[in-house]
């Protein structure tokens, strides 16, 4: 497949800047994938496409505060934006800045952090190496990192967490997730709807285009993830008994579909393994597991643990929508987001969401 396959013109006036409140006010586009047909809802109408003993699966990775400010030893500024922690004290990051080669130290801003720059990696990417760990200190110091797209301040930074957030270690959030309000997880739990959690630290590669044009040669970029024993158990135990499998956003989907190719005994790099004959294993429980995932999921690509999936609108040419075209097929995608746009969508971020139904 081609990047242009992905590719669509969206009006800049419905990417949208704030959230909308309350939570769960958005819109929802419900996409049916067998017959074709697209639904105008709102998103507190969600519970009516589900049924009792369906589980929703969602992301509960929390968005650090990861825009960090500071001075060189030299007097000049720069700007660090945490990308993954790979030690105790040890960060990957993009570094904003003049001359930040390695060896450079620093000291952050209204805090007595400091660091050292101890190895140069690709474009802006920098190890960086600090004094002391610097978790305890980001409430205190750190910004939130809001998307590029966005460009108004946002006045409360937990409406870029998801409202069951726990787990510290995403640069972006989960932002289909951003929907949910308290109400509506107890009015879902209320109608028999089983709520489980799995993690993956969400990368800033995730808003990142595929630049090459034959798809299938797009290197995924990698993301932690974690789910539970007790977690999989549930899941097998709810998909046995009958019920559909919801996965909350695209960063779940990964996480899920990745439990299912490690049940199905892949351990290693999820690229080639992701294209098993289908006819092979069709359907297999998901085991658990925690560590990377590479899964690059576009189309050809065989879902063996997702049912349904809730998502937002996403960039073009972005990995995160070829996830989406491989779960509702291609033409339906392009009519499903030419519809949205037409009826002004909110997009990306903070924009209004979409379930897609078998």
Known sequence: MHLSDFDYNLPPHLIAQT??????????????RDSGQIHHRRFSD????????????????????????????????????LLKRLGERTWEVLAGGKRLRT??????????????????????????????????????????PLPPY???????????????????????????GLHFSPEMLLALRENGIILEYVTLHVGLDTFKPVEVDDISRHEIHS????????????????KLAGGRLLAVGTTSARTLETAAL???GVSGS?????????????????????GQTDLFIYPG???????????????????????????????????????????EYRFYSFGDAMLILP
């Open 19 to 32: 959230p909308i409140e309350p939570r769960h006010a958005s819109r929802l586009l419900v996409v049916e």
């Open 46 to 81: 969600l519970s009516r496409y589900l049924t009792h003993g369906d589980i929703m699966v969602a992301n509960d990775s929390r968005v650090l505060p990861a825009r960090l400010f500071g001075t060189k030893a030299t007097g000049g500024k720069l700007e660090l934006l």
């Open 103 to 144: 060896g450079v130290t620093f000291s952050l801003n209204n805090s007595p952090v400091k660091g050292q720059i101890i190895e140069e990696l690709s474009g802006a990417r920098r190890l960086i190496e600090f004094e002391q760990p610097i978790s305890p200190h980001l409430p205190e110091i750190g910004k939130m």
């Open 150 to 176: 966005i460009h108004q301040p946002l006045a409360d930074p937990e409406r870029y967490q998801t409202i069951y957030s726990r787990i510290d270690g995403s640069a972006a959030a989960p932002t289909a």
């Open 223 to 238: 993301e932690w993830a974690s789910l539970s024993a007790g977690t999989a158990r549930r899941i097998n135990e709810a």
């Open 262 to 264: 490690r049940s199905a």
């Open 270 to 290: 999820l690229k080639e393994a992701s294209r098993l004959d289908p006819t092979l294993c069709p359907w297999k429980p998901v085991a658990a597991f925690e």
């Open 301 to 343: 690509f065989t879902f063996r643990a997702v049912d349904l999936l809730l998502t937002n609108f996403h960039l073009p040419k972005s990995s995160l929508l070829m996830l989406v075209s491989a779960f509702m097929g291609l033409d339906l995608m392009r009519r499903a987001y030419a519809e949205a746009i037409a009826r």
